[in-house]
């Protein structure tokens, strides 16, 4: 895995700290523990199928949807983020 930068010079996880654990977990069938890994992995997938699908099959209200996961998944990122900052720093 490659090492966090932010981690290394600040001693802080970022936010994007367990992205690639995640995805690892997900790639060996462990579904549950990519999630407590990283909250937003699945959000983030859906968007990225989203994307993908879109990229070659038009369909309505795909600018609504998009916006929406965006939302989701940045709301999800910083939430997962400051829960994981509370419980290290209590």
Same mark, same amino acid.
């Given at each position: 895995?490659?090492?966090? !930068?932010?981690?290394? +010079? ?13 995805? #690892? *977990? %997900? ?16 959000? !983030?997938?859906?968007? +990225? ?13 795909? #600018? *609504? %949807? ?25």
């Amino acid at each position: 895995m490659l090492p966090c !930068l932010n981690k290394k +010079l600040f001693g802080i996880d970022c936010l994007g700290c367990g992205m690639q654990r995640s995805i #690892s *977990l %997900l790639f060996k069938g462990d579904f549950v523990a990519a999630f407590y890994m990283y909250p937003a992995i699945y959000p !983030l997938l859906l968007l +990225l199928v989203i994307l993908g699908l879109n990229f070659f099959i038009k369909f309505k209200y795909d #600018s *609504l %949807l998009k916006a929406g996961l965006i939302i989701i998944s940045v709301l999800t990122i910083i939430v997962s983020y400051v829960i994981k900052m509370k419980i290290i720093f209590n």
